[in-house]
């Protein structure tokens, strides 16, 4: 892998990495879990408000109730005391309340019915809320898991890749170290065979006798040359 390839997985695992943060499924479900938590605290609180309007829709048929029992006594002891103006009269309050009384049935009958579809609106929810929960736990527990997972084997990952940069480096610190030896072997060879001076090694003294030897030999020859251009 090159150095850009490393570079842009590098990237790519960094911007994953924070896009998981982003979008943590955990995260997700907590949220969902929240809403439905809130929708059955939503059904609770209908279902409470049902059942004290009804039951303050009771207490008032009781109060007519006594009221229209009260009534009815009066309408016959006026009737015992030949008081039929007096009996028609509470007769005629009494069928007033007894109004009022059927109404009030009604009212609590509907409410009733809106108490028992909400409380079983209020069953239906809490075992779908319970049974999201403990699907929540699991699949938030396989995830850890998964993540835990992934980065081991991200470690491991680095640890490879880490382990092949040095084989590289090893590897190249081994080829250079042997083109040194290379050139110095040719440099070597061509000091041997002259094709190179090495100003830096031998005796100075040495170095002047050869010098001096170099100069008669050309002397000699250029002596020679003259002698036989003469002839």
């Not at 995830?143 to 991200?154: H, S």
């Not at 050139?183 to 010098?211: F, H, N």
């Amino acid at each position: 892998m090159g150095f850009l390839e490393r570079m842009s997985a590098v990237v790519q695992a960094k911007m994953n990495k924070i896009m998981n943060r982003i979008e943590d499924p955990r995260e997700v479900l907590e949220v969902s879990y929240e809403k439905q938590l809130q929708l059955l605290q939503n059904v609770k609180r209908g279902v409470a408000e049902v059942t004290t309007s009804k039951k303050r829709l009771e207490l008032q048929k009781a109060k007519l109730q006594m009221n229209i029992d009260k009534l009815d006594g009066q309408a016959k002891e006026a009737i015992s005391a030949s008081r039929e103006d007096l009996a028609r009269k509470a007769l005629e309050s009494k069928a007033l309340m007894q109004a009022q009384l059927n109404t009030l049935e009604g009212e609590i009958n509907e409410l009733n019915n809106q108490q028992q579809k909400l409380q079983a609106a209020e069953t239906r929810l809490a075992t779908k809320v319970e049974a999201f929960r403990t699907k929540k736990e699991t699949i938030k527990a396989q995830y850890t898991a998964a993540d835990a997972q992934v980065k081991i084997t991200e470690s491991v990952t680095g640890i490879s890749e880490e382990m092949a940069d040095v084989g590289l480096a090893v590897q190249r610190a081994e080829e250079k170290t042997e083109d040194m030896k290379a050139r110095s072997a040719a440099l070597d060879e061509l000091l041997e065979s002259g094709t190179l001076t090495d100003y830096s090694g031998g005796d100075e003294i040495e170095s002047e006798l050869a010098r001096v030897k170099a100069k008669n030999t050309v002397d000699d020859e250029m002596a020679r040359l003259k002698a036989e251009m003469n002839k």
